[in-house]
């Protein structure tokens, strides 16, 4: 399968700063790329879904403006939580779709999220 | 509405034993994709199988297999001679196969599987 790395894998802020989170493919190109909010022994919630040079397309109650996604490359995608609060604190997962193969999403190893 | 219905929140198993995890799902799609994904305490989301609804066979890698009911929109998983490393929470995961942007992942809610020793 595909490889995804994330990075950082764990991060500590305090409250009112920004965390920037990168997600990498590394042996494709990815032109999809997601991002999953997962709270403790929960399934996934997806939070947005990008393509490679154009805006993300956040689900229904995700604050565009707090979680910014940025991905301006085939194999980079950033998300940035602004201003973080307590709340944020949560494990963020990255996911991708390679050109090539269309069917499978393949995950980043996940970055948890402890703001102060 | 898609929706994916795990109604196992917990399963165990005895170490070398065979154990099912059930997964329904509701569509009306007809062309489509069933995935079972498992997370282990490292939280790493790891693909198990793949079955693509146009295909009447089961899909199969190595001790993992599925029974594909979709008259009944079924979707079971089967682990045979279960290991310690099985240990996870699995989940069960539907996308619709034709392009747009209602291509994403519908999740169930998951399956903790205990491995016992």
């Known amino acids: 399968g595909a490889v995804v790395s994330q990075h950082p894998s764990w991060v500590i802020c305090k409250s009112g700063t920004s965390v920037k989170i990168e997600c990498r493919s590394l042996?494709?190109?990815?032109?999809?790329m997601f991002w999953y909010r997962q709270f403790p022994k929960q399934s996934l919630m997806l939070m947005a879904t990008?393509?490679?040079?154009?805006?993300?397309?956040?689900e229904q109650g995700v604050e565009k403006d707090k979680f910014l996604i940025n991905h301006a490359s085939l194999t980079l995608s950033t998300l940035t939580v602004t201003s973080a609060h307590p709340e944020d604190s949560s494990f963020y997962i990255c996911?991708?779709?390679?050109?090539?193969?269309?069917?499978?999403?393949?995950f980043g190893p996940g970055t948890r999220l402890l703001v102060l | 509405a898609q929706t994916v219905t795990q109604s196992q929140p917990e399963m165990s198993v005895q170490e070398a034993e065979t154990v099912t995890l059930s997964c329904t799902y509701d569509?009306?799609?007809?062309?489509?994709?069933l995935f079972w994904y498992k997370q282990p305490p490292s939280r790493q989301m790891i693909l198990v199988i793949r079955?693509?609804?146009?295909k009447q066979q089961n899909a199969t890698e190595n001790r993992f297999s599925v029974n594909f009911q979709k008259a009944a929109k079924s979707f079971s998983l089967k682990i045979s001679d279960s290991q310690l490393g099985d240990a996870a929470m699995y989940f069960c995961?539907?996308?619709?196969?034709?392009?747009?942007?209602?291509?994403?992942?519908?999740w169930g809610l998951g399956t903790s599987l205990a491995v016992n020793p």
């Open positions: 996911s991708t779709r390679s050109y090539r193969e269309q069917e499978t999403q393949y």
């Open positions: 042996d494709f190109q990815a032109t999809t």
């Open positions: 990008s393509n490679e040079g154009s805006k993300a397309t956040y």
């Open positions: 569509t009306s799609e007809s062309d489509y994709y």
């Open positions: 079955q693509e609804a146009y």
């Open positions: 995961a539907y996308r619709i196969r034709k392009a747009g942007n209602n291509r994403k992942l519908i």
